[in-house]
């Protein structure tokens, strides 16, 4: 009985100190949580808008201007960048990410895959691990790129895209991340980045804006174009950077509340087995003094 006393506190130590780091994960990514947010909340409705005004121009200028990053070509070579984390123990974030990827490489992209065409960009360690020790064909320059974050960073790693696009390397590039809605929610999205991605109207006819150009049209154009871009990159990179943390705190609360409900259990149990040990050290002391009084 003593030994199974010492098996249940132990277990109640281990779950207790279990708990404290559980506690402390979650309040440290509640603290980078409102950073994250702050920078995702505020670069939305300004990313949101340049895009809004990308597909506008790419819709009322077709045929007017060449614009090799809106170039519809027959898609054989393709670029996937998959944004996860560098770290664990933030629940099913990496694995639902992981699993739309290899998902949409199966059932978008089954042909080029299988004539080795499919390269993968993974942002975060968990990407970049998965995908290499999978087989993949991977490039590996930006994996770390949550190291050292930064609009430049962000910058040189959307040029792979970009850069890889208008020469050719690539016929199509889509973007799967984490889209932020609050600590508890993420929406896992699979997001055309490039050819530019045209506005249709109900009727299916392209929706017009009247702009008037200054400088002219193709030199604004050229220019507007890859800067956009590069917001675009640079919000869904700080989508999932907050998408993370929400990811991880919420983890870290539910496993901060397992451990409350298990330590309420083993308490139980150990003063159960406390109360046994004690009414068994009773009947023995009883049954010894009634056999020396007989």
Known sequence: MSGQLKEVRNRIKSIQSTQQITKAMKMVSAAKLRRAQDAIVQMRPYAEKLQ???????????GDIDMALAANRQVEKVLIVVITSD???CGAYNSNLIKLAKQTIREKYAAQYAKGHVEVLPIGKKAFEHFTKSGYKVNDSF???FGRLSFEQVKAAAAVALDGFIKGDY?????IY????NAATQRYKLEQFLPIAKVESQEGKGRKADFIYEP???TLVAELMPKILNTQFFKAILDAHASEHGARMTAMDKATENAG????????????????AITTELTEIVSGAAALVG
Do not use: C
Request: without cysteine; glycine residues 2%; negative net charge.
């Open 216 to 218: 002219e049209k193709d």
């Open 143 to 145: 994996w770390n790129l």
């Open 171 to 175: 016929d199509a590039v889509d973007i």
């Open 87 to 89: 770290r664990g123990l």
């Open 261 to 276: 409900e298990l330590l309420r259990s083993l308490k139980i149990e150990y003063n159960r087995a406390r109360q046994a």
């Open 52 to 62: 809004e005004m990308l597909q506008n121009i790419v819709s009322n200028t077709e």
């Open 178 to 181: 984490s889209e932020f809605k």
